[in-house]
């Protein structure tokens, strides 16, 4: 219950008491599985009230991404209740669903600015291509200003992919981080939600694909019992 794990956060060493709570109650999610089902009650009104109190969007959607991991190891009535809580979560928490959603909106324009460039690369290429078609007829001392260059080039572009692959491992989400704020759960899609897209359970596959693009799930009944 809520007093035990207060108890158990107040026990806990560093940082402020609401830290060391939403540490703790982080830690907690990994152990539902092994919970008994009338508790099932107790636990989402538990996360629903704290996730959904939580100022910090970063530790917040450390919690969204770790609760709909465990849906792979819990049964469809599990499954079914996490997605109508993070349905209502999402709902209340507009600064989250910004935050989450918004990786849709920044792939789509990597990939326009990736054919910009990817365009602008051609036609120097070709215009290379044409400079050194022409210098073939004048002096040769042209192939290696032509080589050089070209060789230059590889080694700025290897030494920018370097820079970005380092940035990348930097912010790259970590699901086993002990402290959810830190995770970089907002660096990282809901991948989860598309693996529940192909649930054998149908209304599963609804839901999760209503949640992927930001639709708001409608239900009334109790997952945990319909399902």
């Known amino acids: 219950n809520i007093d035990e794990l207060e ?7 560093g940082g402020s008491f609401a830290d060391r709570f939403y540490r703790t109650l982080y830690e907690v999610i990994l152990r539902v599985h092994l919970a008994k089902l009338a508790k099932m009650d107790e636990y989402f009104g538990l996360i629903f009230r704290c996730v959904r109190a939580d100022p910090n969007v970063k530790r917040v959607a450390a919690f969204l991404k770790r609760m709909l991991q465990m849906c792979f190891v819990n049964e469809s009535n599990f499954t079914a209740a996490t997605l109508l809580v993070i349905s209502e979560l999402l709902k209340g928490r507009k600064d989250v669903a910004l935050e989450i959603f918004k990786f849709n909106s920044q792939l789509k324009s990597e990939d326009q600015s990736a054919a910009v460039i990817s365009i602008h690369a051609t036609k120097n290429k070709q215009a290379k291509t044409g400079d050194e078609s022409s210098s073939d ?3 040769e001392e042209n192939f290696q200003d032509v ?6 080039q590889k080694t700025a572009i290897k030494a920018v992919q370097k820079d970005k692959n380092e940035k990348i491992n930097a912010n790259k989400y970590d699901a086993h981080k002990r402290e959810p704020q830190y995770a970089n759960a907002l660096d990282s899609p809901l991948w ?10 149908p209304t599963i596959c ?10 708001a799930i409608h ?4 997952p945990l019992l319909d399902f």
């Open 192 to 201: 989860e939600l598309v693996a529940l897209v192909n649930h054998c359970h």
């Open 147 to 152: 080589d050089r260059v070209l060789e230059e």
């Open 206 to 215: 609804y839901w999760a694909e209503q949640l992927s693009k930001g639709q």
């Open 137 to 139: 007829s004048e002096e």
């Open 219 to 222: 239900y009334e009944g109790d």
């Open 7 to 13: 108890e158990r956060a107040d026990g806990s060493q």
